[in-house]
């Protein structure tokens, strides 16, 4: 008998709809909550195991299984529980993935099971009002300090603006949510919560990184900063559908690490610097001086030559084949627009 419910339980694993974690979307699960009645992957099941109020797990192919949680599972499945779960997910709400971060993933099946924030829209209010206001963490410029810092979103004015003081009237820094980007970075700034904030200030590309204890808070501003850019991009185009605007609204890094340049007259030494690639642009901070890495990339501009160099040839690889998938993507019309706005100098 055992083995005849564990066999019904491995058939279910055969629907469609069960096929991939119900949660981070990762193939081939092994596990299910037979409380929730979903099928997960074992990272999720972790997560599973953090909240035993709302559910508890089990191997598919491991554990014993009863009749009654057989029947349940086979009565529910995810299919009927992503109706049920998710049924009210605004469509700025980030979903993750199996590669985002332990946060992300965290906070999505809390938000989905124990807190219900998408089958009661009245929950959501943290992240959808247009408004929000908290103390961060945030990392200071020069001496790499982190201090309490005062921040505001507001759509009304389409800003993120910080505080060096609670009690301040005028912010140190604006940031317009026109061009601003939120990723989340934990192992570069130091903390499993960690967000980094990319805005322009007078066309030059700004970083800030911030982090809060507290994970649901975290991810609730990251969520209020893609509600904002939803708003905006709804409002800039008119005509687009929600999921031509989705994509845009915060993106991950296609590539990250160092590499080696030198100047425009290819005579100067090289020096470290970490690149980023954000979408179409490449963009390259300062860091201490090393010694010469051997494995050369050269980008051509209209304007310049850039020499870079990468310490390994598996890292010139990997930045080449990012290289060469944004260059292979036609550009789109808002791409081009934005292009005009870098070239104009006032």
């Given at each position: 008998m055992a083995k005849e419910r564990r066999k019904a339980v491995l058939e279910l694993l055969q629907r469609p709809a069960n096929a991939r974690c119900a949660d981070c979307g990762a193939p081939d699960p092994d596990w299910a909550s037979y409380t929730l009645g979903v099928f997960i992957c074992l990272?999720?099941?972790?997560?599973?195991?953090?909240?035993?109020?709302?559910?508890?797990?089990?191997?598919?192919?491991?554990?014993?299984?009863?009749?009654?949680?057989?029947?349940?599972?086979?009565?529910?499945?995810?299919?009927?529980?992503?109706?049920?779960?998710?049924?009210?997910?605004?469509?700025?709400?980030?979903?993750?993935?199996?590669?985002?971060?332990?946060?992300?993933?965290?906070?999505?099946?809390?938000?989905?099971?124990?807190?219900?924030?998408?089958?009661?829209?009245?929950?959501?209010?943290?992240?959808?009002?247009?408004?929000?206001?908290g103390f961060l963490w945030k990392r200071g410029r020069d001496n790499g300090q982190f201090l309490s810092r005062k921040f505001v979103l507001t759509e009304r004015?389409?800003?993120?603006?910080?505080?060096?003081?609670s009690d301040a009237k005028e912010p140190k820094a604006i940031m317009k949510i026109e061009h601003l980007n939120a990723t989340f970075q934990p192992a570069k700034i130091g903390h499993p919560h960690g967000l980094q904030v990319t805005y322009l200030k007078d066309n030059s590309?700004?970083?800030?990184?911030?982090?809060?204890?507290?994970?649901?808070?975290?991810?609730?501003?990251?969520?209020?900063?893609?509600?904002?850019?939803?708003?905006?991009?709804?409002v800039a185009f008119p005509g687009a559908s929600d999921a031509d605007l989705v994509p845009k609204l915060s993106r991950n890094?296609?590539?990250?690490?160092?590499?080696?340049?030198?100047?425009?007259?290819?005579?100067?030494?090289?020096?470290?610097?970490?690149?980023?690639?954000?979408?179409r642009r490449l963009m390259y901070f300062k860091d201490p001086l090393g010694h010469h890495w051997p494995h050369g990339i050269t980008i051509v501009t209209p304007?310049?030559?850039?020499?870079?160099a990468c310490e390994t040839e598996s890292e010139q690889r990997a930045w080449m084949e990012a290289f060469r998938k944004v260059v292979d993507r036609p550009m789109l019309p808002q791409e081009y627009a934005v292009e005009a706005h870098f070239k104009h100098k006032p």
């Open positions: 990272s999720c099941s972790g997560i599973h195991r953090n909240i035993p109020q709302v559910s508890k797990v089990k191997s598919v192919r491991l554990d014993a299984w009863e009749d009654a949680q057989v029947e349940f599972m086979t009565s529910r499945g995810n299919h009927v529980a992503r109706a049920t779960f998710e049924s009210k997910v605004p469509p700025f709400y980030y979903r993750p993935s199996a590669s985002d971060c332990q946060l992300l993933r965290e906070q999505w099946i809390r938000a989905k099971y124990e807190r219900q924030e998408f089958t009661h829209p009245e929950r959501q209010e943290p992240y959808s009002a247009g408004y929000r206001e004015e389409g800003a993120l603006k910080y505080f060096n003081r590309t700004r970083n800030i990184f911030v982090y809060h204890e507290d994970g649901k808070e975290m991810v609730d501003w990251f969520n209020a900063l893609r509600a904002a850019r939803f708003h905006y991009l709804q890094y296609l590539q990250e690490g160092y590499m080696e340049k030198t100047g425009p007259k290819q005579t100067e030494g090289f020096r470290k610097r970490w690149f980023t690639m954000d979408d304007e310049r030559r850039f020499l870079l």
